[in-house]
């Protein structure tokens, strides 16, 4: 059971799957971002997961990064399309045809919420604004969760066209809010993703999270109504039992 109005989950299965029902809140199906797994077996989980149990499905490469050698080695299903009709965020055929296979993961888990993630490389120009706005308007995703978490220069000197796509697409934003990359103001649910702190890049997914990291997550997240809080490094299942475990004992202490 879920303490307040925040889930608390990972990034992925990193015990068995029953461990994870037990233990948190929601998970969000990495599987579904490099080969989305038959909806037969999704469906499987869906079923021995215990109600309230919530999945999150991250949007499948194909949508969101294109043509990637190094990622598509983990494809092992033949498609319909030749690689380089696989752009991002761009509304042909190839790339709707990619989006309607997540959604059918997404049906399976009987979920409406959708994460989708932009590398580094798609950068904060007029252009993929212009590219990002219109595919979320034009994809045809009316009645679903959408939340989109870019990584690069989206944060430093493309805030203010991450917060126009936004408001044009009528989208969320997702982000490692540890790392200082919030939301718009204006966004009524948060949807965290934490990568780790240090480190060079953007993640460092070898960091374990201190008491006082969790503790000033738990000031960070205070803003927002409600959302989902997803650890996404090699400590993600320890490091999000003990997040609960502070803000379920926050909460508590308030009711008392």
């Known amino acids: 059971m879920a303490c307040g109005s925040f ?10 799957r029953s461990l994870h029902y037990r233990s948190l809140d929601a998970v969000e199906v990495q599987q579904t971002f490099y080969d989305p797994p038959p909806p037969e077996r999704l469906s499987k989980w869906r079923v021995e997961a215990p109600e309230g149990f919530v999945f999150t499905v991250k949007a499948w490469m194909l949508i969101t990064h294109g043509y990637n050698r190094r990622l598509w080695r983990r494809l092992k299903r033949e498609l319909p399309f030749e690689p380089g009709e696989f752009k991002p965020f761009r509304t042909n055929k190839a790339v ?23 590398p580094a490389s798609f950068g904060a120009t007029e252009e993929n604004a212009r590219l990002v706005a219109s595919f979320f308007r034009e994809a045809g995703l009316e009645g679903w969760e959408v939340y989109w978490e870019p990584r690069g220069s989206w944060w430093s000197q493309g805030r203010g066209l991450l917060e126009r796509v936004a408001g044009e697409a009528s989208i969320r934003i997702a982000g490692d809010v540890l790392r200082g990359r919030l939301p718009p103001g204006e966004q009524d649910i948060l949807y965290a993703r934490l990568h780790g702190l240090g480190g060079r890049g953007e993640v460092n997914y070898r960091y374990k999270y201190s008491e006082e990291d969790l503790r000033r997550l738990l000031t960070t997240i205070s803003p927002w109504r409600g959302g989902y809080i997803m650890f996404n490094n090699v400590y993600a299942f320890d490091d999000a039992r003990r997040f609960r475990e502070i803000l379920c004992n926050e909460i508590a202490g308030g009711r008392s």
Not at 7 to 16: N, P, S
Request: glycine content about 10%; aromatic content about 10%; hydrophobic content about 55%.
């Open 7 to 16: 889930l608390v989950g990972t990034c992925g299965f990193q015990r068995a």
């Open 96 to 118: 709707l045809w990619a989006l309607e296979v997540t959604l059918e993961a997404a049906r399976a888990l009987g979920t409406r919420i959708l994460v989708f993630q932009s």
